[in-house]
C-alpha cells in the first residue's frame, strides 16, 4: 500500500528552520537530511547531534556504514525525527521501501528475515534525476536499480557528479559535497535563485 505522506507529519517544535511543507512524497532521507544542512548551515555530525539515538551519541567517535546507512537509519531515534521535524521519517522511510518490496514480490507481504528485506534491490550510490535536484528533491524511487528514468522527469539518472564524474554514496556523509548540494569540484547540483532562496515548493 502507498502511504499517505500527510499521515507521517506533526508540528515540528520549532527548534530548526523548518517547514513540513518542503517534504514531498517518496522523498529520500538524503533528500530531507540535505535539506536540513542547508536551511540550517549544518554538517553531519549536527545530524547525529541532533537525531542520533542514544547509543549513537555514547560513541566516541561515529563510524561505519551501519550508522551512516540511509536505508535502514538505524542510528536515528523517531521521537527526535517526529519533535524536531514533525515528520516520522524512520516510518516513512520504512513504509515506502516494504511498500516497493510488495510490489516486486507481487503483492505478497513483506517478510522480515527474507533475502528482499535487505533491500538488495535499491542502489549503493546516488541516484540522481538532474531536473528534481535542482530545486533540492531526490526521491527514494530514483534509488530502485532497474528505473533507468526518473519517474517525474522520464530523464536519465546519474549516478556521478556531472562534473568530476565522481560517484556519490547514498549515505549520510560531508566526504562528497563541500556543502550541501555543491561538490568538492565545485558542480552546485542546487539551482539558487536569489530572488527565493528556499523553494515554496520544497
Known sequence: MIPVLQDYLS???????WNTRWISDFESPWSIFEKLKYTNLAKRKDTFKLFGNAETLNKKTIIGHK?????????????LFDQRLGFKLLKYNETVLNSLVEFLRGGEDYEKGSETSEYH???KNLSICMHCIKDGFHSLLHQVEFINLCPFHNSP?????????REIPYEL?????????LCYCGFTFKKIDSNSPLSSLW
Not at 67 to 79: G, R, V
Request: aromatic share 14%; with cysteine.
Open 11 to 17: 508540528i515540528p517544535d520549532g527548534t530548526l528552520t
Open 67 to 79: 550508522n551512516h546507512d540511509l536505508y535502514k537509519l538505524s542510528a536515528f531515534d523517531e521521537l
Open 121 to 123: 534491490f535499491l542502489e
Open 157 to 165: 539518472l546519474i549516478n556521478h557528479c556531472p562534473s568530476c564524474k
Open 173 to 181: 556523509s560531508d566526504s562528497y559535497f563541500e556543502h550541501p548540494y
